[in-house]
């Protein structure tokens, strides 16, 4: 990592810290992301909030994998001139076992052995000696990997560095994976336990055809040279981005994922995932939102690659188009988030609200969230239909419906108390948490806590339902709601550092109080609509 942040950024320890935090912390990454790969000295760096990140990750079921290789170093050889670039060997295999235990108490499933392969015919590159000795150190690594409970990734990577063209990239791959899959055979690998994370078959970058050949090309030749040698018994392919651009990467993992083969064909990417969200950032914390949001999208296109479903145009067309479905319980939210999304946006934004004003007397009633599941799902739906590019859940109520609609529409799926509960939890130790709905009160309560626990502090919570100041408001009592909710309010905020308002029905009651007092408020229309930056760059 340390080497791209020259371009953005001074590279420092905090910096490099942070930059973690800002990937790890992205809302929604869990979406799109399985696994996430950190090298041994970044197994105990934690956020700014005092959690490790091996806990942030788990805790969004990210399983955890480590780099295993220590060092590289030359391979002796007598010919190599003093300008040449040498052939380098990782290095790591002699304590390997024991660190492979450390790395599993740690939290580690999984780890990966990166071994490069420099591609110069002239020279005869790579050479015999590197060929073989890089097959058997990855099949001497997988195996201590599978006998300490740990996954082994082998990365088997055939440089882009070069002038030669693809048939020669297409041979020399070969020559690597074969002699890889022979070690592994001999020291007893079990296949159906590992993974393989290859190079694409592609010509070196200093060839001429490199920027015209076909990503249907690529994808044929890197097909037909994995099938030749790459075991079926193996489950999943999981291809590293070299040195290619972040859309040639997805559009060639496309094209790959068009046709039927015997293994899971996904991605495995550095610079293809990050060049972008790392250039957003340039290091300033002001940039965090935007630049998640270059990281999630690539994340997003990647994912459809692997399914073979990716469309440049649509892409396109979908990152300039800002389309806002919100699914609503109350009348009062459609004006109100209306107002909130021109004053943040003007009119870049398009509003689609789908409004049912039945959720909320039927949960009064004594029904119950999964009762109105799956019509709420079926709304979420709806709004992807009609083009929404990103849906908003507006009550809390209904709060926890939103991660289960997210798994089933294609778009982001978020809700409105989001940001509210992320800012309360990062500013204070004592929360207050104030309704007039116990069916309002217990979920924003619950999210609460899961903030509190991703970030990994110590909160104390003080739930406060309002008794009756929802009858009054229904039957149109408005003055008789806001005294029983000032007068509420006004204990709460004087024994605690931060009050949430799990509905904002609420809000207009803050403006009564002593200025010292409306500084203590949050309230989730404002902060939630907020947070659509992320989302919409």
Same mark, same amino acid.
């Given at each position: 990592?340390?080497?791209?942040?020259?371009?953005?950024?001074?590279?420092?320890?905090?910096?490099?810290?942070?930059?973690?935090?800002?990937?790890?912390?992205?809302?929604?990454?869990?979406?799109?992301?399985?696994?996430?790969?950190?090298?041994?000295?970044?197994?105990?760096?934690?956020?700014?909030?005092?959690?490790?990140?091996?806990?942030l990750?788990?805790?969004?079921?990210?399983?955890?994998?480590?780099?295993?290789?220590?060092?590289?170093?030359?391979?002796?050889?007598?010919?190599v001139?003093?300008d040449?670039?040498?052939?380098?060997?990782p290095?790591g295999?002699?304590?390997?076992?024991?660190?492979?235990?450390?790395y599993?108490?740690?939290?580690?499933?999984f780890?990966?052995?990166?071994?490069?392969?420099?591609?110069?015919?002239?020279?005869?590159?790579?050479?015999?000696?590197?060929?073989?000795?890089?097959?058997?150190d990855?099949?001497?690594?997988? $195996?201590?990997?599978?006998?300490?409970?740990?996954?082994?990734?082998?990365?088997?990577?055939?440089?882009?560095?070069?002038?030669?063209?693809?048939?020669?990239?297409?041979?020399?791959?070969?020559?690597?994976?074969?002699?890889?899959?022979?070690?592994?055979?001999?020291?007893?690998?079990?296949?159906?336990?590992?993974l393989?994370?290859p190079?694409?078959?592609?010509?070196?970058i200093?060839?001429?055809?490199?920027?015209?050949?076909?990503h249907?090309?690529?994808?044929?030749?890197?097909?037909?040279?994995?099938k030749?040698? !790459?075991p079926?018994? !193996?489950p999943?392919?999981?291809?590293?981005s070299?040195?290619?651009?972040?859309?040639?990467?997805?559009?060639?993992?496309?094209?790959?994922?068009?046709?039927s083969?015997?293994?899971?064909?996904?991605?495995?990417?550095?610079?293809?995932l990050?060049?972008?969200c790392?250039?957003?950032?340039?290091? *300033?914390?002001?940039? !965090?939102?935007?630049?998640?949001?270059?990281?999630?999208?690539? %994340?997003?296109v990647?994912?459809?690659?692997?399914?073979?479903?990716?469309?440049?145009?649509?892409?396109?067309?979908?990152?300039?188009?800002?389309v806002?479905?919100?699914?609503?319980?109350?009348p009062?939210?459609?004006?109100?988030?209306?107002?909130?999304?021109?004053?943040?946006?003007?009119?870049?934004? $398009?509003? !689609?609200?789908?409004?049912?004003?039945?959720?909320?007397?039927?949960?009064?009633?004594?029904?119950?969230?999964?009762?109105?599941?799956?019509?709420?799902?079926?709304?979420a739906?709806?709004?992807?239909?009609?083009?929404?590019?990103?849906?908003?859940?507006?009550?809390?109520?209904?709060?926890?419906?939103?991660?289960?609609?997210?798994?089933?529409?294609?778009?982001?799926?978020?809700?409105?108390?989001?940001?509210?509960?992320?800012?309360a939890v990062?500013?204070g130790? *004592?929360?207050?948490?104030?309704?007039?709905?116990?069916?309002?009160?217990?979920?924003?309560?619950?999210?609460?806590?899961?903030?509190?626990?991703? %970030?990994?502090?110590k909160?104390?919570?003080?739930?406060?339902?309002?008794?009756?100041a929802?009858?009054k408001?229904?039957?149109?009592?408005?003055?008789?709601?806001?005294? %029983?909710?000032?007068?509420?309010?006004?204990?709460?905020?004087?024994?605690?550092?931060?009050?949430?308002?799990?509905?904002?029905s609420?809000?207009?009651?803050?403006i009564?109080?002593?200025?010292?007092?409306?500084?203590?408020?949050l309230?989730?229309?404002?902060?939630?609509?907020?947070?659509? $930056?992320?989302?919409?760059?």
């Open positions: 990592m340390r080497h791209r942040f020259l371009d953005v950024t001074s590279n420092t320890l905090e910096n490099r810290r942070a930059y973690r935090e800002l990937l790890f912390t992205t809302p929604n990454i869990n979406k799109y992301l399985s696994a996430v790969i950190l090298n041994e000295d970044t197994l105990d760096q934690k956020t700014s909030q005092d959690q490790l990140f091996t806990n990750l788990t805790s969004q079921v990210i399983i955890i994998g480590v780099n295993a290789v220590t060092s590289n170093k030359p391979l002796p050889k007598d010919d001139s003093q040449e670039q040498p052939e380098l060997i290095q295999l002699s304590d390997l076992s024991e660190r492979c235990k450390k599993y108490k740690e939290g580690a499933r780890a990966k052995w990166h071994a490069l392969y420099y591609v110069d015919v002239k020279r005869g590159r790579p050479s015999k000696t590197a060929l073989e000795t890089q097959a058997y990855l099949a001497c690594y997988a $195996k201590i990997c599978q006998e300490n409970g740990l996954v082994p990734i082998v990365e088997p990577d055939v440089l882009m560095n070069g002038d030669h063209d693809i048939d020669v990239c297409a041979d020399i791959s070969e020559k690597a994976w074969g002699l890889m899959v022979k070690e592994l055979h001999a020291h007893g690998v079990h296949l159906e336990g590992m393989v994370k190079n694409m078959v592609i010509p070196g200093s060839n001429s055809s490199y920027k015209s050949i076909s249907e090309e690529i994808a044929s030749k890197t097909i037909r040279s994995l030749r040698i !790459i079926a018994a !193996i999943g392919i999981m291809f590293l070299g040195g290619q651009s972040e859309e040639d990467a997805t559009l060639n993992l496309n094209v790959i994922n068009t046709s083969n015997p293994w899971v064909l996904s991605f495995s990417y550095g610079r293809a990050q060049d972008s790392r250039a957003t950032w340039k290091g *300033k914390p002001e940039n !965090i939102p935007q630049a998640q949001q270059a990281f999630l999208r690539r %994340l997003e990647n994912s459809q690659a692997q399914l073979g479903r990716y469309q440049q145009h649509q892409a396109n067309a979908t990152k300039s188009k800002k806002l479905g919100i699914v609503h319980t109350n009062l939210t459609v004006d109100m988030l209306k107002e909130l999304v021109t004053l943040e946006f003007g009119d870049t934004v $398009k509003i !689609i609200n789908i409004f049912d004003d039945t959720i909320l007397p039927e949960l009064f009633r004594g029904g119950t969230v999964k009762d109105v599941e799956p019509r709420w799902i079926q709304y739906k709806t709004l992807e239909q009609q083009g929404a590019t990103l849906i908003l859940g507006a009550c809390s109520s209904v709060g926890g419906i939103v991660k289960k609609a997210s798994q089933q529409c294609k778009v982001p799926v978020i809700r409105i108390d989001e940001a509210m509960a992320r800012t990062s500013q130790s *004592k929360i207050g948490v104030a309704a007039t709905l116990q069916t309002t009160l217990n979920p924003t309560t619950e999210l609460l806590h899961e903030k509190a626990n991703e %970030l990994g502090k909160v104390e919570f003080f739930p406060l339902l309002i008794e009756n929802y009858n408001l229904m039957s149109g009592d408005r003055d008789t709601h806001d005294a %029983l909710v000032l007068s509420a309010l006004e204990k709460l905020v004087s024994s605690t550092d931060i009050v949430v308002l799990a509905q904002a609420m809000a207009r009651v803050v009564k109080l002593d200025q010292n007092s409306q500084q203590k408020f309230t989730s229309p404002k902060l939630g609509i907020q947070q659509l $930056k992320s989302y919409f760059m």
